[in-house]
């Protein structure tokens, strides 16, 4: 069935270093893509998302592009803040407009 | 413009017991759909309610029910809990049958049972 697979974390960073979250998914047909965050004491929030191949998603100074033949969608930014820290989603939409989620990622960036 | 809020946050029920959980759609939202996330885990799907129809599913037994209201707010019951319903029970609304069709789900923050 489908599935997203997300690098375990946590990933501890300090300020202004670059991020790299990899995200790959299984998934029947062409699934969009998207990105949620969760930060400390709320709920979760849409971050950027992809409805095809070669979509580049982007907020907040985070990217992801859908990359249908390696089936990944990493999200990126070039420069991380202490308020970036947060715990990070990959997710898919099935065809029946389900999402399908990965485990989450905590990202800690340090002063 | 109100945003998702669910009750109640927090609490705890004994094995073989039913709950209740209960979520407001925010405002001009006539869908909302039910999610379970386990400690360290992604959020599971649990079931979607368009116009106080289910209209989708996930892999949860039947003591999973649910209800959608005229003004489109919800509940969750869960009957005969067990140790594993121990969970973040996350409710998400959004506009149109197709929910999740564009993925932009707005959360609440979610109601933590704790079964004992």
């Known amino acids: 069935g489908d599935s997203v697979t997300q690098m375990e974390g946590p990933v501890t960073l300090s300020e202004e270093a670059f991020l790299t979250i990899n995200c790959t998914y299984t998934?029947?047909?062409?699934?969009?893509l998207f990105w949620y965050v969760q930060y400390p004491g709320e709920g979760l929030q849409l971050l950027l998302k992809?409805?095809?191949a070669d979509d580049k998603g982007s907020n907040k100074g985070f990217e992801a592009t859908y990359r249908k033949e390696t089936t990944s969608f990493h999200l990126e930014k070039g420069s991380v803040q202490v308020s970036d820290s947060a715990v990070y989603f990959c997710?898919?939409?099935?065809?029946?407009?389900?999402?399908?989620w990965g485990a989450g990622t905590k990202l800690i960036i340090k002063p | 413009e109100t945003g998702v809020t669910q009750s109640p946050t927090h609490l705890i029920k004994t094995r073989g017991q039913q709950v209740t959980l209960r979520c407001s759609s925010q405002?001009?939202?006539?869908?909302v759909s039910w999610y379970q996330q386990a400690l360290g885990q992604g959020p599971q799907f649990i079931f979607q309610?368009?116009?106080?129809?289910?209209?989708g599913r996930g892999n949860f037994p039947p003591r999973f029910s649910g209800l959608q209201f005229p003004n489109y707010s919800s509940e969750l019951n869960v009957n005969a809990l067990e140790l594993d319903d121990s969970a973040l029970y996350l409710c998400?609304?959004?506009?149109?049958?197709?929910?999740?069709?564009?993925?932009?789900?707005?959360f609440g923050e979610g109601s933590r049972l704790t079964v004992l």
């Open positions: 997710a898919l939409r099935r065809s029946n407009y389900q999402l399908i």
């Open positions: 998400a609304s959004s506009f149109g049958g197709q929910a999740g069709r564009t993925g932009e789900l707005f």
């Open positions: 992809a409805t095809k």
């Open positions: 998934a029947t047909g062409y699934p969009s």
């Open positions: 405002s001009g939202h006539n869908t």
């Open positions: 309610y368009y116009r106080e129809e289910e209209n």
